[in-house]
């Protein structure tokens, strides 16, 4: 009888939690939208790798279907990761050309998620080169939404910096991805223009300085091609 009564609780405790709805998690939602978005389902047993993939493309990009279904023949990636890749250094750039900045006392820059590999704290040393404003705004995306001079990170192996570039317009901006990806990488996964990348290691806060005053220089003079 006791078994009996523990068995039929048991059902009604996983009946419970069948019927229970968890919150979605952000990945989840967008996950679920680019299923919709790219129809992966039609994309044959990898259609899981593809959506994953997919959702950490920026939602107002469209990636070519025929991309999709070259990533879908190849059948020795088995990895989101390695199907992200796939499509990051396939995929069509985003034309955004770039104006120079007018010649001005100061200039206003916002960073990212810059960690220091160096003795030199790039993000305490930036304040203090006289034509430089930080930017701090309610959001990120307000925040490069009004800065000159952004200077981010890649954002890690998914490269979520493609997110944060295609929510601004980047004509009137110079843009430097700071990372210890080497330049080919960063060039062959970012969607976006990048005016500039480097390593975020300076041997002094002179030559951080120096470099701001290279980076003025470029970004008032040069107008760069997308």
């Known amino acids: 009888m006791k ?23 952000e990945k989840t939602i967008i996950s679920r939208k680019v299923c919709v978005k790219y129809n992966a389902r039609k994309y044959g047993p ?3 790798f593809i959506k994953t993939a997919a959702s950490y493309f920026p939602e107002n990009y469209q990636l070519d279907e025929d991309l999709l279904k070259a990533a879908n023949a190849i059948d020795d990636i088995y990895h989101p990761l ?24 100061s200039y206003s820059y916002m960073i990212w998620q810059i960690f220091n590999l160096s003795k030199v704290n790039i ?83 002179r030559e951080c300085l120096l470099f701001i005053d290279e980076i003025i220089r470029e970004a008032t003079t040069i107008p760069l091609k997308a």
């Not at 078994?3 to 998690?25: V, W």
């Not at 396939?90 to 120079?100: G, I, L, T, W």
């Not at 110079?174 to 330049?183: G, T």
């Open 3 to 25: 078994e009996s009564i523990q068995r039929a609780l048991g059902f009604a405790k996983a009946l419970r939690k069948f019927f229970e709805t968890e919150p979605l998690d």
């Open 46 to 48: 990898l259609n899981i």
């Open 82 to 105: 390695h199907m992200l890749y796939y499509l990051l250094s396939n995929a069509k750039k985003v034309d955004s050309p770039r104006q120079p900045l007018p010649i001005k006392k």
């Open 123 to 205: 993000v305490a040393t930036l304040p203090k080169h006289p034509r430089l404003i930080e930017i701090r705004e309610e959001t990120l995306e307000l925040s490069a939404a009004k800065a000159e001079i952004l200077i981010l990170t890649s954002g890690g192996d998914y490269f979520e910096v493609n997110h944060l570039l295609s929510k601004i317009d980047l004509t009137n901006k110079y843009v430097i991805i700071c990372s210890s990806f080497d330049e080919a990488k960063i060039r062959d996964h970012v969607l976006y223009r990048v005016d500039r990348k480097i390593s975020p290691t300076f041997g002094s806060e």
